[in-house]
């Protein structure tokens, strides 16, 4: 791993905080929000001190195992992001809340996963364990363990609650959170604590109006982390993306030097590859996994991602850079792309490079409906999309090299055609003297179609007569 790929401690905290409030269907800000609100109840009841940090991070982090078991929850609820949602805000129906009696096994891949990511950052001992025991209750009918009061550890019942203040003052209003607080005192958490996050449950959330700058600004100590954790995690929410992220990264950096990007350059476009697929997160696992074309309000969550990846990264220092670039990763030259409709003119050479990537790992990788297509395979395919005006030519080129283990870029083999497969089939016929019943024949089609075909190909070759077309096609390389 070199250097770029890491980042600093508290973005990499950020990040996960935002991809875990995606997932669970929440503003991006709920689990910052939730941190803000467990220090001032852990200074009230235990004045300043480490501890404090502490629960600051376990509130940021507690969701951050919830990618691991999304697919549970999409099996569980029909859909892990909402399901999840109505979870948190007391919402779900008859049905969800029965579903949720056999959710246990989620509660253990959840925190376990949510331990580790701790253990992997150097957080200390008490984050840890706060994490891996986040769902734990007063009354011992928490998950995962069914641990009961005194062995809960402290700060989970501290995140627990401003986490519930958090959302269901939003959603209900404060007088009913307080309400289900109080209801679930000595059951989900300890009577006094309850007690004391009510007395100033208005005034802390009136604090949360004020934009604390410290948010978003790099903290002291930490060091830096890997920011390939922060792939591996989102690609989590799906088991057939398991390293799409830490892969796509790798063949962007030696495409990269094929291509001659600057050092620069090639850093924030490999960045962009880790963390592209936040915005991921905010799209159910059912969408994901559906077979054939998507109805158009799932395709238009899918259009989100990019936007939702692009507005995360604004927020970390560290990442707006690649934020920026990753939330073209799904734009094409021809402007047919997602979410903004850019065009060549506006795409970068690190922006087509990973576009081109992207689309490569995706043709190269098992599907659910789909085995993975072969090297020559997705050779052609990707080829044929630039060809048809929405990738860089020289882009794809240097990502089938690097794939390939090339140690140069075979730019000779570009197909910048702007026919189809079909049109450069026919006017190869043509051009040797075929009539167009006789290319019918051949290709069994109608002389009807043939000669739709021929009236396109003139019509893009700027030609009005097959020698034309043919010295045409010819001089520019294509036949």
């Not at 009577?191 to 007395?199: F, G, H, I």
């Not at 924030?268 to 994901?288: E, F």
């Not at 560290?318 to 409709?341: K, M, Q, T």
Request: proline fraction near 4%.
């Amino acid at each position: 791993m070199v250097e770029s790929d890491y980042i600093g401690l508290e973005g990499a905290i950020l990040a996960l905080s935002m991809v875990g409030d995606l997932s669970m269907g929440q503003p991006l800000d709920q689990s910052r929000r939730t941190a803000r609100l467990v220090q001032l109840l852990a200074q009230s009841c235990n004045g300043v001190g480490e501890h404090t940090e502490g629960a600051r991070q376990v509130a940021l982090l507690r969701w951050s195992g919830c990618t691991a078991n999304a697919e549970g929850f999409d099996r569980l609820l029909g859909d892990d992001v909402e399901g999840r949602n109505a979870m948190l805000s007391q919402t779900l129906g008859a049905a969800g809340l029965r579903a949720m009696r056999k959710s246990a096994p989620l509660a253990v891949v959840h925190c376990e996963v949510s331990g580790d990511i701790a253990h992997t950052l150097g957080l200390s001992a008490p984050v840890e364990q706060g994490l891996r025991h986040v769902f734990e209750q007063f009354d011992g009918e928490g998950k995962p363990f069914g641990l009961r009061h005194p062995e809960v550890p402290e700060v989970v019942y501290q995140v627990m609650l401003a986490g519930d203040l958090e959302i269901l003052s939003r959603v209900h209003g404060l007088d009913a959170a307080l309400k289900w607080i109080a209801s679930k005192a000595n059951r989900r958490y300890p009577a006094s604590l309850a007690a004391e996050l009510s007395r100033h449950a208005r005034d802390w959330l009136e604090a949360l109006r004020i934009p604390e700058a410290s948010d978003s600004e790099p903290r002291e100590g930490g060091g830096k982390v890997p920011l390939t954790l922060v792939g591996d995690v989102i690609d989590l929410k799906l088991p057939w993306l398991a390293g799409y992220s830490r892969r796509s990264a790798e063949l962007i950096r030696e495409a990269a030097r094929l291509w001659g990007l600057s050092e620069l350059s090639t850093e924030q476009a490999a960045k962009a590859a880790l963390i592209h697929g936040i915005g991921r997160a905010a799209v159910p696992n059912r969408i994901w996994n559906t077979t054939g074309a998507l109805l158009d309000g799932d395709f238009e969550q899918v259009r989100l991602v990019p936007y939702w990846t692009s507005r995360s990264c604004s927020q970390i220092p560290e990442l707006v850079v690649p934020g920026r670039l990753a939330g073209n990763a799904y734009e094409r030259l021809d402007g047919s792309g997602y979410f903004r409709e850019l065009e060549s003119d506006v795409l970068k050479p690190e922006h087509r490079l990973l576009a081109a990537a992207l689309v490569w790992q995706a043709l190269r990788s098992e599907r659910p409906w789909r085995p993975a297509f072969n090297d020559g395979d997705a050779e052609r395919l990707l080829l044929k999309e630039a060809g048809q005006g929405r990738f860089d030519p020289q882009a794809c080129q240097a990502v089938i090299a690097a794939a390939r283990g090339e140690s140069v870029v075979a730019l000779g083999k570009v197909n910048s055609s702007p026919l189809t497969e079909r049109e450069t089939q026919i006017l190869h016929r043509i051009s040797i003297g075929e009539s167009n019943k006789e290319v019918a024949r051949q290709l069994g089609i109608s002389p009807s179609t043939v000669r739709t075909h021929v009236e396109s190909v003139f019509r893009k070759l700027q030609c009005t007569t097959r020698a034309a077309a043919t010295l045409k096609a010819l001089t520019m390389g294509f036949m």
